[in-house]
């Protein structure tokens, strides 16, 4: 595992040290991201349909994301190069269940579920060493695991110091050659180039000087993230060629409010019938000692996966790439 060893995380370490965190550079987009990609992620995990023991959060930074793990997983392995983010995991977002790692010694001598990686891809601008990191984790990766990922693409690839933006078509053949397979993917919004309109909102509003704490967590809370239009960040999960897969249907979309609507006005009344029919039947036959009774559409009980409730029925709305 040498080419992890020659990782030099005093970049990061120096991002860290100045901003806290080695998230966004820019303060009022990290306050407003942040959350939004742990509200997106927290859905995605609750209906990724992989067994729900152990993950591992790979460039954790500050563990915001391996803490969110820990609420779905039993045993949670952060781990970063950058020894400042591993101090601040540490105090911030340490847990019952979280182990935070400086170092990959017998990182990859266990099996994980779920591996996810949060833009760190992007930051490893070497494609053999991406390669190295990509094959350790789909060999760790339990039949059936997922490996979840995020980062940014562009079309044509842009190259700086410490970011290597490539294109798609590229990571999915670094990826595949690694032993990964994707499942499915989404779109995720970009702050710059494909921001939401909440997005737009809230900037706007802490230029001008009137954002309010209340106000951000409202538009937080009302955004999807998820965007079906072009955007350069996308979310992709891969299963390890070769093993059983996970299934797809992560992305699916939450239920919207007409929906909701539909589903309660058609199983009101199909209870309506359905009582009716009871009651007439009781009326005509008292010999009738046991009914057997059933809604005939999806219920507002959950599918439970392992240990984690399913929030919506998996298998529809999978948004394109
Ligand atoms: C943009 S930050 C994202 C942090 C975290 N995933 C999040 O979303 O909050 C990228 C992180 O990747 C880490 N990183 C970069 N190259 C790495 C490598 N080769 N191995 C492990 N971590 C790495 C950095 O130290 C940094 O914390």
Redesign the pocket.
Known sequence: MGH?ET?D?S??DS??LKNG????GNRLIHAYD?PL?LKVFGQLFARLNVPHFAAL?????????THLLGRSFVHVVG????AS?IQVALRQNASTGITYVNS?DRLFTRSYDCV?????FQ??TDNQ?LVA?LKEISTSLSPGGACIV?DAYFRRSKRDEYTYIRRYEEFLQLAEMSGLKRIESANFYHPSRRPTLRFIVYYLACRLECMSEKLRERLIRGDRGLVNGLSPVKITIFGRTGTGLPPPGAFASPVGIFEKIRRWVYSSAALRIRTHRLSSSFASSSKTSAVSYTTPVATSKSPTCGRVKLLHPVGDGTMGS
Do not use: K, N, P
């Not at 965190?21 to 966004?24: F, I, R, S, Y």
């Not at 959060?57 to 994301?65: E, I, L, N, S, T």
């Not at 996810?116 to 760190?120: F, H, K, S, Y």
């Open positions: 992890f990782q995380g970049f990061w991002r860290c965190h080695t998230g966004w942040q990609r959060d790979f460039g954790c930074g500050v563990g915001d994301f781990y970063d190069t950058s983010a990959t996810l990686a949060i833009t760190v930051h490893i060493e990191t995020m």
